[in-house]
């Protein structure tokens, strides 16, 4: 009786709370129906309904976003996070920017959700690099963070926060190797950290199946005892390697890749002091199916014979890109030999010869045999000029170069005021104006005033070479030139019929009878000039735009499209302060007494061009009739306002 009068009870409280569960439900699915008899008798509401705000979820549409798309917006915020080069952890830095804190930002952006969160792990891990400290204001505050160890100790020795980030990554990792591990397929470490960690680097990479790259020890390129473990682990776990390097010592590991069971996929190999028999060398290559990329330094083996042709031993395989680098026994010839095959000749995009046997002067040839070439630099020291006698060398001549580095310096052997390089530099300007070079966007050379030579005018003479004339004005436009306003050159004075007043022997004769070189020549494209001196340390650069056909010859004619030279070179021309138009700048012209007045804006302000006078100078009629010049001469502090001032003044 006593558990039954319980049972009633528990049944009655039970009974008494689904009610008000039932009274709390009863609301809310009232609300709903009478939501769905709406809808059911106003269709039109269909268009502006909003389930998700309804049932109180937020809907957002950069959270449905595809996964491609995801990541692609994940790659901006962490840039290096897509870094695919084969390049080490310093030279692939990031300029500008703080790769500490763009990790911070994708790590933060993986939080927001669980679809985000698979897209920033997928970036996170695909390239990994640690860096030692950040590029930015930041690292001041953590640096004075690590070094106060305690409330009493505020001069601790700070902790080394590359290896500890190295430590975290490495157990990171093997703590899910299946997941994360896999992910990996670049991993770049400072020098200082791969040289000193290599019992934690070997842990690491062991999870790691699919790397591709990674920064290692520089003893275990040279087979150093010390990194025989290392390197046995990075042969077993890492078989997709795609860089291996090889410097002197490993000559004998460098011949195990003939067997083609150790890194059979590697695409750039790099040499440094290697010294073995050319024969192997060249059977290492051929077994080598996936090589695109070499980099030979300081290599005595390598001479012409290695790229010839030979019927016993393999053919040298075709590359992409080929970097040379004190190899002096390697000449134009062997290059010509290599580059005669086909499949050479179509592969070969990117070549760079430093202190080689490639001379500058046969240039010319390896050009005219490299069809499918986008990138070529040679470095060399010279200790004569360039040849000017006997057979003419032809110019340079390639239809798919885009980037020159043309750097071409004085030996230390040679005199300073020699000028050994002019002639080269010559040349170079020569063949830009020949045309043969269509596709030339940029060009760096060691000769600062290199720019100079691609001008469309000829330099200006020295005053002692003819007498100087003070610039006109418009008080004195009647004096010099009764004849009105043309630009036409006078028959007496002009270009066309210069004055003799030299002598037969002087050696301004030649400079004032015509124009001399390719002063008065055109470019035919837009290049970016980079310059750098001896003393130097980064590099200028400078933009040459091409003249119009008819006016660019330094003068003041109009090209093809009604504009004048200066509007289609990008670089103004005035012709104010030349008496003479048709002189130039050469004797008896004058000299230019205008400036090069900048617009606020990246540009400069066009120069007058309409209605010159025959002097440069530009009038006007004013109301009455009467001739104003619009450049009135200087006049004391009690002229016009300073804001009613011309700004070329």
């Known amino acids: 009786m006593k558990f039954a009068a319980m049972k009633f009870f528990r049944r009655s409280k039970k009974s008494a709370s689904e009610s008000r569960s039932s009274s709390k439900k009863s609301p809310q699915a009232y609300d709903d129906i009478e939501r769905d008899k709406y809808r059911l008798y106003n269709p039109r509401h269909d268009q502006h309904y909003n389930y998700a705000a309804e049932r109180g979820r937020i809907f957002a549409p950069w959270l449905e976003l595809p996964t491609p798309i995801l990541e692609r917006v994940f790659a901006f915020v962490c840039p290096h996070s897509c870094d695919k080069s084969y390049e080490t952890c310093e030279q692939s830095a990031?300029?500008?920017?703080?790769?500490?804190?763009?990790l911070r930002d994708l790590a933060h952006a993986g939080q927001v959700c669980k679809r985000w969160r698979r897209s920033a792990i997928n970036l996170m891990y695909h390239s990994i690099r640690i860096d030692s400290v950040h590029y930015c204001e930041r690292e001041i505050d953590l640096s004075e963070?690590?070094?106060?160890?305690?409330?009493?100790?505020?001069?601790?020795?700070?902790?080394?926060?590359?290896?500890?980030?190295?430590?975290?990554?490495?157990?990171?990792?093997?703590?899910?190797?299946?997941?994360?591990?896999?992910?990996?397929?670049?991993?770049?470490?400072?020098?200082?950290?791969?040289?000193?960690?290599?019992?934690?680097?070997?842990?690491?990479?062991?999870?790691l199946p699919n790397l591709k790259y990674v920064d290692l020890p520089e003893g275990l390129f040279m087979d150093d005892p010390v990194h025989h473990t290392l390197k046995l682990?990075?042969?077993?776990?890492?078989?997709?390697?795609?860089?291996?390097?090889?410097?002197?010592?490993?000559?004998?590991?460098?011949?195990?890749?003939?067997?083609?069971?150790?890194?059979?996929?590697?695409?750039v190999l790099e040499l440094g002091r290697i010294n073995m028999d050319p024969?192997?060398?060249?059977?290492?290559?051929?077994?080598?199916?996936?090589?695109?990329?070499?980099?030979?330094?300081?290599?005595?083996?390598?001479?012409?014979?290695?790229f010839r042709n030979n019927d016993v031993l393999p053919a040298f395989p075709p590359l992409e890109e080929l970097v040379l680098t004190?190899?002096?026994?390697?000449?134009?010839?062997?290059?010509?030999?290599?580059?005669?095959?086909?499949?050479?000749?179509?592969?070969?995009?990117?070549?760079?010869?430093?202190?080689t046997g490639v001379h500058p002067k046969a240039l010319h040839d390896v050009l005219a045999n490299a069809p499918r070439l986008v990138t070529l630099s040679i470095t060399e020291q010279v200790d004569s000029p360039f040849p000017s006698h006997g057979v003419p060398i032809p110019p340079?001549?390639?239809?798919?170069?885009?980037?020159?580095?043309?750097?071409?310096?004085?030996?230390?052997?040679?005199?300073?005021?020699?000028?050994?390089?002019?002639g080269y530099y010559n040349y170079l300007a020569s063949s830009l104006f020949a045309g043969g070079l269509p596709r030339l966007a940029a060009i760096y050379v060691r000769d600062q005033s290199f720019p100079d030579l691609l001008i469309g005018l000829p330099p200006p003479m020295p005053g002692f070479a003819g007498s100087p004339q003070r610039p006109s004005s418009a008080g004195s436009t009647g004096m010099f030139n009764a004849g009105g306003g043309s630009l036409s050159p006078s028959s007496t004075g002009g270009y066309n019929n210069p004055t003799p007043r030299f002598s037969s022997n002087n050696p301004f004769a030649s400079a004032f009878n015509g124009p001399r070189g390719p002063g008065m020549l055109s470019l035919n494209q837009t290049l970016e000039i980079f310059t750098k001196g001896d003393d130097d340390l980064d590099w200028g650069s400078t933009r040459m735009d091409p003249f119009d056909a008819l006016g660019g010859s330094g003068g003041r004619g109009r090209g093809r499209h009604g504009r004048t030279a200066s509007s289609a070179s990008g670089r103004p021309l005035s012709s104010y302060g030349l008496s003479n138009i048709g002189a130039g700048w050469q004797a008896g012209g004058g000299a230019r007494m205008s400036i090069i007045q900048g617009d606020g804006h990246g540009g400069f302000l066009s120069v007058p061009g309409e209605n010159m006078g025959g002097h440069g100078r530009k009038s006007s009629a004013s109301s009455f009739g009467q001739a104003r010049d619009e450049w009135p001469r200087p006049s004391s502090s009690q002229g016009p306002k300073k804001g009613d001032r011309d700004l070329w003044r």
């Open 94 to 102: 990031v300029e500008d920017a703080c790769m500490l804190c763009d």
């Open 145 to 207: 963070r690590r070094r106060r160890k305690s409330r009493f100790d505020r001069n601790g020795v700070p902790e080394d926060p590359a290896s500890a980030r190295l430590h975290l990554l490495c157990r990171t990792l093997r703590d899910d190797p299946t997941r994360l591990g896999k992910l990996v397929q670049y991993f770049k470490t400072p020098y200082m950290l791969r040289e000193s960690s290599a019992p934690i680097l070997a842990r690491t990479i062991a999870v």
């Open 233 to 267: 682990e990075v042969q077993a776990r890492c078989p997709g390697l795609r860089k291996m390097t090889y410097l002197a010592g490993s000559e004998r590991s460098l011949e195990a890749l003939s067997r083609g069971n150790v890194w059979p996929g590697l695409e």
């Open 279 to 306: 024969a192997i060398f060249r059977r290492v290559l051929a077994s080598m199916q996936h090589l695109r990329a070499l980099k030979a330094s300081d290599c005595r083996m390598l001479d012409d014979d290695i």
């Open 326 to 355: 004190d190899v002096p026994r390697v000449t134009a010839d062997g290059l010509v030999a290599y580059l005669s095959r086909d499949d050479a000749k179509h592969s070969l995009k990117v070549l760079s010869l430093s202190n």
């Open 396 to 422: 340079l001549s390639n239809w798919a170069l885009e980037t020159l580095r043309y750097e071409i310096t004085a030996s230390p052997a040679t005199s300073t005021y020699a000028s050994t390089t002019a």
